[in-house]
């Protein structure tokens, strides 16, 4: 599903771009 790791890629670059201290928590949660 190309289209499904696109958006998740977008959405993912989108949350850093408005709030950078959700990074640690993005990665502590998904733990990928």
């Known amino acids: 599903m ?3 790791a696109m958006a998740s890629a977008f959405f993912f670059n989108v ?3 408005f709030n950078p201290f959700s990074k640690t928590l993005t990665l ?3 733990n990928h």
Do not use: Q, V
């Open 2 to 4: 190309k289209a499904l």
């Open 28 to 30: 502590g949660n998904k």
């Open 15 to 17: 949350d850093l771009y």
